[in-house]
Every structure is written in structure tokens, then in C-alpha cells.
């Protein structure tokens, strides 16, 4: 009997638990579908409310842009002198000054020459006594074809004499050129300017013996002057075709000024420890502004761009897909547009890749995609002014 009971109750437990489930399982599937749209309903509310990004924009500019490349560059004269005394004397006067200008064979220098014109005069001495010998064996041999022409003497005397007559003009060459010799070594004794330039420190003085090891004095041409300077090696290509074009212009900066020169030199070889390439620009000096030894700033134009489109460096982006630039589409989408880097000057680069008449997104464009929506700030504003004028309009009317 108690068997029979117990089952009864057990029975009864699960139907009512059954007719409970039963009756809670509609109620929680709409509960269900409801939270599940709800929760779409959010999120579609939140892509909904997402604008656009506001950026600034600027048009690309069309100018004949210089392709210039600059370099530190050292004055440096043309010729230097380093004069030095060819023969061994005692320094008789000093003709110039310490920092004075000298032109092209002023004398600087006058040394002792009393040996050197002694030996000149000695020389000259010489030669007048092989002319009169000379003058005398010319008068005998003419003599002697009259006589030969009467038979009053033989042949072989008039040939002994012609041989004396050969001998002794041979004799008088060689004493001409002895003299010359003579006389460039008496003209050591006069130092003169070997170029037009300034004179530097002055190391003797009169009563100073000098010899050939000792320096006088050194004389540098500073009109034209030269400017030497390093360029990268991949600039050589740029810089042989500009030469072969034309003369290359050439400025550099100093104290202040500016000065304008031509390319005058390219070195043969390229410095393969540095990876650089000598080159040394000419410019006239007339006012003497630039100084050997001078450090200056130059800037050599290769080339000139012509009608190039220029753009904001800033607006440019560089990663692993490439060189591009965010364009602002008809849509007021953003577009992106591949440029290459021509040149680039200051804050500014000539680029490639473009028509010219497009909006460039210089601001905002780190928070962009391709393809999302823009807002140009200018527009954004004028629209919030026109928006506060019709709310001014509204408020007087009222």
C-alpha cells in the first residue's frame, strides 16, 4: 500500500513539473526575439549616428620649380705663390708691404747682384772680343779669294782660313749663349709678382741672407675665387647632364649676402671611402667680400621643373603600399590618389600623379579610409554661421 502511494506522488510531481515548463516556454522565446531586437536596434542606431570626418583641404599649385642642392663649401683661391729666392744673397730692399695688392711682375724683391752683373759684363767683354777676332779672319779670307782668284796663293790657304772663320763665329755663338745665361742669373736678383693678388706676411727684411729653401712671402689671386664643396654621389648623373646643357648657376651665402657663380669643376673620380664627388664653383670677387679659407652655404640648381604641381609635404602619407595622397571626391568621400616625390623644398614638394584640380586633405586625414565620408572644415563652418544667423532671425521675430 505504501508502495502504490509513493509512486502516485511521484507521478503527480512530474506532470505538474511538465504542465510548468509547458506553460513557461512561449513566454521566454518572445522574450528572447525581443532582446534580439533590441540589441540590433542598437547597433544600428550606433552606425547611424557615426558622421563624417572633418578635414582641410588645399588645391595642388602649378609653378616652375628649382631642383637646387645644397652643400658647405670652403673658399679657396685660384693660385697660390709660395715665393722662394733662386739663388743665394742678401736681401737689398723689400720693394712691398704686409696685405698690399701687387700686380703681374711688380717688383717685390731686390737682392744683391753686384757678383751676377759682374759676370755679365765679364760675358759681354767675350763676345766683343770673338766679334772683332771674327771681323778680322773674315777680312783675311776675303783677301785671300782676291789673291787666289790672281794665282798668287794656293787653295788649301784660302780653305785654312775659310775653317778659321767657321771656328770662330762657332766661338762667338757659344759666348752669346754664355751671356744669356749670364743674364737670367742676374735677373734672380730682381723678385718679381708672378700674378695680380695680395701679398701675405713678409718673412725677410733688408740684410737678410736667403737661399733657395727660404720662403720670401706668398701671393694669392683672389679675383676670380673659387668655392670647393662635396656633393652625394647620386647627384653626379644631374649634375654631368646639367653641365652639358649650359652654363650651371651657383649661390652662396655669406655674412649676410649672397654671391652668384658658375660651376667651373668637376673632379674625375668619385671619393669611394665618403661616397661624394669634389665640385668647385668660380666667382668673381672684384670687392674682395670672400676670403680663402671662408666656410659659406651653396646651392647649385641642376634643373628647373617647369609647370610642376606642388602640394604640402604634410598632406603626403609613405607606408608598405606605397606614396599616396587623400583626395576629397565628388561624393564627399575620400579617394586615395598615388603620387611620386619629384623634389621636395621646404615645406613643400613637386609630386607627380596628379590632374591639378583636385582637393588634397592636408588635416584629418589620420582618422581616414578609403572611401569614408568627409566634411570639409571651411564648409562646416560657414554652415554653423548661416545656421546662428537664421536662429538670430527667429529669436527678433519672436
Known amino acids: 500500500m505504501k508502495k502504490t502511494t509513493l509512486i502516485v506522488l511521484v507521478g503527480a510531481a512530474a506532470a505538474i513539473g511538465a504542465g510548468g515548463w509547458y506553460y513557461a516556454q512561449p513566454a521566454a522565446e518572445p522574450a528572447k526575439q525581443a532582446a534580439g531586437q533590441g540589441q540590433g536596434a542598437g547597433k544600428g542606431g550606433g552606425q547611424g549616428q557615426q558622421g563624417p570626418t572633418t578635414v582641410n583641404v588645399v588645391s595642388p599649385q602649378r609653378q616652375d620649380v628649382p631642383v637646387m642642392l645644397t652643400a658647405n663649401g670652403t673658399v679657396s683661391p685660384i693660385s697660390t705663390v709660395d715665393l722662394h729666392p733662386q739663388t743665394t744673397s742678401t736681401i737689398v730692399k723689400v720693394h712691398i708691404k704686409?696685405?698690399?695688392?701687387?700686380?703681374?711682375?711688380e717688383l717685390m724683391f731686390s737682392l744683391d747682384s753686384r757678383s751676377e752683373n759682374a759676370n755679365v759684363e765679364k760675358a759681354q767683354a767675350q763676345v766683343m772680343r770673338d766679334r772683332a777676332t771674327l771681323a778680322d779672319l773674315e777680312r783675311q779670307y776675303q783677301r785671300s779669294m782676291d789673291l787666289l782668284a790672281q794665282k798668287f796663293i794656293a787653295q788649301g790657304a784660302v780653305d785654312t782660313l775659310r775653317s778659321q772663320v767657321e771656328q770662330?763665329?762657332?766661338?762667338?755663338n757659344a759666348d752669346l749663349a754664355a751671356t744669356q745665361a749670364v743674364k737670367v742669373d742676374a735677373s734672380y736678383t730682381s723678385i718679381r709678382a708672378p700674378m695680380?693678388?695680395?701679398?701675405?706676411?713678409?718673412?725677410?727684411?733688408?740684410?737678410?741672407?736667403?737661399?733657395?729653401?727660404t720662403s720670401l712671402t706668398t701671393v694669392t689671386q683672389l679675383n676670380p675665387i673659387n668655392v670647393s664643396f662635396t656633393l652625394p654621389e647620386s647627384a653626379l648623373a644631374g649634375l654631368l647632364a646639367a653641365q652639358q646643357a649650359g652654363a650651371v648657376p651657383v649661390e652662396v651665402d655669406s655674412g649676410g649676402k649672397q654671391f652668384k657663380g658658375k660651376l667651373s669643376f668637376i673632379d674625375n673620380a668619385v671619393d669611394a671611402m665618403a661616397g661624394v664627388i669634389r665640385v668647385?664653383?668660380?666667382?668673381?670677387?672684384?670687392?674682395?667680400?670672400?676670403?680663402?679659407?671662408?666656410?659659406?652655404?651653396?646651392?647649385?640648381?641642376v634643373q628647373t621643373l617647369k609647370d610642376a604641381l606642388v602640394v604640402p609635404q604634410n598632406a603626403i602619407i609613405s607606408n608598405t603600399r606605397g606614396t599616396f595622397v587623400y583626395t576629397v571626391a565628388p561624393d564627399q568621400t575620400a579617394v586615395v590618389a598615388n603620387v611620386k616625390r619629384l623634389h621636395t623644398f621646404g615645406p613643400y614638394a613637386a609630386v607627380s600623379g596628379l590632374n591639378g584640380d583636385e582637393k588634397i586633405i592636408v588635416e584629418g586625414k589620420q582618422n581616414l579610409r578609403p572611401g569614408g565620408k568627409v566634411r570639409i572644415a571651411e564648409a562646416a563652418s560657414e554652415g554653423k554661421k548661416k545656421g546662428g544667423g537664421d536662429a538670430k532671425k527667429k529669436d527678433s521675430a519672436a
Open 196 to 213: 695680380t693678388g695680395r701679398v701675405g706676411a713678409i718673412n725677410v727684411y733688408p740684410g737678410s741672407l736667403v737661399q733657395l729653401s
Open 280 to 301: 668647385k664653383a668660380q666667382f668673381d670677387n672684384s670687392q674682395t667680400q670672400l676670403w680663402p679659407g671662408q666656410y659659406v652655404n651653396t646651392r647649385l640648381t
Open 98 to 105: 704686409e696685405g698690399q695688392f701687387v700686380k703681374q711682375g
Open 168 to 172: 770662330a763665329r762657332a766661338v762667338l
